[in-house]
């Protein structure tokens, strides 16, 4: 049995143990829907590798994230088109890992509302910086980890392709599924600017 206890305000980085990881995500939703499952009932055994081998922290990171859905975004992740299954796991990541989804909603969204699209290393290192004040937890963190939660930030970013790549770093707002869209205006409409909605955009739809 997955036990799932978390601190809603602390910022986790445990995601520095894995990326995206969209079709292991999509996987375990479609186990879920298939066979009629809950979390609960889900083990790393279903993710082993061809030598019977998963890990452990990695599954359970898995079904934490997957935890933050709602049972209509788990149906669009497991049955959803390809592109609307990448934006789930997109979803599942940004609410659960508090630290990417402030980064997304505060410094990318407001470099977007000045026509900025291009971070740097001064946008996270001043984040970080900026962070720090309230969340004592990335002050504790070791040089190694920090640098490796950074490194795996710009991974995701360009594994969801909300930049164009982890070199250039240019902000490319997506095109969201419309079905997502809808989804997260009856539940959640602020969930909506990660991916990058402006305030404006999410009043007028």
């Not at 083990?43 to 990171?61: A, H, I, M, N, Y």
């Not at 770093?169 to 990660?194: A, G, H, T, V």
Request: charged residues 30%; contains cysteine.
């Amino acid at each position: 049995m997955i036990t799932i206890l978390d601190h809603p305000n602390l910022y986790k980085f445990s995601f520095t143990a894995l990326s995206l990881k969209v079709k292991e995500t999509i996987f375990l939703a479609q186990k879920l829907k298939n066979e009629d499952l809950s979390l609960e009932d889900l083990s790393p055994k279903d993710l082993s590798d061809p030598r019977g081998v998963t890990s452990k922290r990695k599954f359970q990171e898995l079904v934490r994230r997957l935890n933050q859905l709602s049972e209509e975004e788990l149906d669009l992740l497991a049955y959803g088109n390809q592109e609307a299954q990448k934006q789930v796991c997109l979803l599942a990541f940004a609410r659960y890992y508090r630290f990417f989804y402030d980064f997304v909603t505060e410094v990318m969204l407001d470099k977007i509302l000045v026509f900025d699209y291009e971070l740097t290393d001064r946008d996270i290192n001043s984040f970080v910086s900026r962070k720090s004040i309230d969340h004592h937890e990335l002050e504790s963190l070791a040089e190694t980890t920090r640098k490796k939660v950074i490194q795996v930030l710009w991974k995701v970013l360009e594994q969801s392709e909300l930049i164009n790549s982890v070199i250039e770093r240019k902000i490319i707002p997506p095109f969201l599924d419309e079905k997502l869209e809808k989804l997260l205006m009856r539940s959640n409409p602020n969930d909506l600017k990660i991916f990058l909605y402006t305030a404006q955009k999410i009043k007028s739809l």
